[in-house]
């Protein structure tokens, strides 16, 4: 049997400064607040908390004073900051640039649509940190589509700028466009004037598409590393599952069978950007430890 792990999975960029920076602080510190899970990994996040890291909701946070809060990459809206600088809290501000610079292009764009009295639109997951963050830019006025599927709350007799939380899928985004344009020429409005598209999907998660999809077909079988709160996660599995009908999803070490497994297998070992190296590695290790015969 050979296994191989995936040298492209792993911690995005945004995720990895975050989690540095609070390994640094903890080091220095005994105790550092998180305004909500830090990663989608509960693996990652039981190893951050034996370090010292406490994880609060919306509602400690805005009962907190005079602390020290990590922000994750995911982004907040400004009323974090508003409470931040009542309560004296010194935010470590770890939001990914990517995110940072779509908040900024949808307040751009809500403002050429409240002059033309139009709608933003996020293709996004409903609750998801990063959409409250971006939808908050803006007080909470752009129409969140989880679906092409489900238009809800969209005008299409208006004019309408599309975005997409940065981790979403690039072929769902293409559909919810194609359906609002499609929508819109059934309303009598030409699309070509009234609709501008922005991919706002973060390169990194477009770009391991083809890259999964070539690993998970140069495998017997694949070995999915992910949290289940993940979106990418989840994503990202279905792609290796559209390549490959020998693979299976895993949040922990716990969960691997010994009967998926031949003698003869090249297994492949990938996962989420949520999803820590050292994970994997244990995954790995302890696949050989089975002694598949």
């Known amino acids: 049997m050979k296994i191989t792990i995936d040298n492209k999975s792993g911690f995005c960029s945004g995720v990895t400064s975050a989690i540095q920076a609070a390994e640094k602080e ?11 899970d830090l990663v989608h990994n509960s693996s990652e996040m039981d190893r951050l908390r034996n370090l010292g ?3 609060i909701t919306y509602d400690q946070f805005k009962s907190l004073k005079n602390e020290r809060v990590l922000i994750r990459a995911h982004g907040e809206p400004p009323s974090t900051y508003e409470i ?14 990517v995110v940072l610079k779509l908040q900024k292009r949808i307040i751009t764009g809500f403002d050429q649509m409240s002059a033309q ?7 996004g997951k409903h609750g998801h940190a990063e959409v409250i963050g971006l939808n908050g830019q803006i007080s909470d006025k752009a129409i969140i589509i989880s679906s092409p599927d489900n238009l809800t709350g969209i ?19 293409y559909q919810v466009a194609e359906a609002i344009k499609q929508t819109m020429i059934k309303s009598g409005i030409d699309p070509d004037k009234s609709l ?42 279905s792609i290796c599952q559209e390549v490959n009908h020998r693979c299976y999803m895993i949040s922990d070490v716990t969960q691997l069978k010994k009967e998926w497994f031949r003698a003869t297998d090249s297994v492949g070992i990938c996962g989420a950007t ?4 050292w994970l994997m590695e244990e995954v790995s290790k302890n ?6 015969l």
């Not at 903890?26 to 909500?36: A, D, E, T, V």
């Not at 208006?158 to 690039?170: A, R, W």
């Not at 696949?287 to 598949?292: A, G, R, S």
């Open 26 to 36: 903890l080091r220095q510190s005994k105790r550092l607040y998180c305004l909500g």
């Open 155 to 173: 005008d299409f007799t208006k004019p309408i700028v599309l975005f997409s939380q940065t981790t979403k899928d690039e072929n769902g985004f």
């Open 84 to 97: 931040a600088r009542q309560n004296n809290l010194t935010l470590l501000d770890y939001s990914c640039p």
């Open 287 to 292: 696949i050989e430890k089975m002694n598949i």
């Open 274 to 277: 949520s999803t820590p190296m």
């Open 53 to 55: 890291l406490e994880v």
């Open 196 to 237: 501008t598209i922005n991919n706002t999907i973060c390169r990194l998660v477009s770009k391991r598409v083809p890259q999964l999809r070539k690993f998970a077909s140069e495998h017997d079988i694949v070995i999915f590393v992910s949290g289940i709160k993940s979106s990418n996660g989840q994503f990202l599995f």
């Open 117 to 123: 009295n139009g709608q933003v639109v996020i293709y």
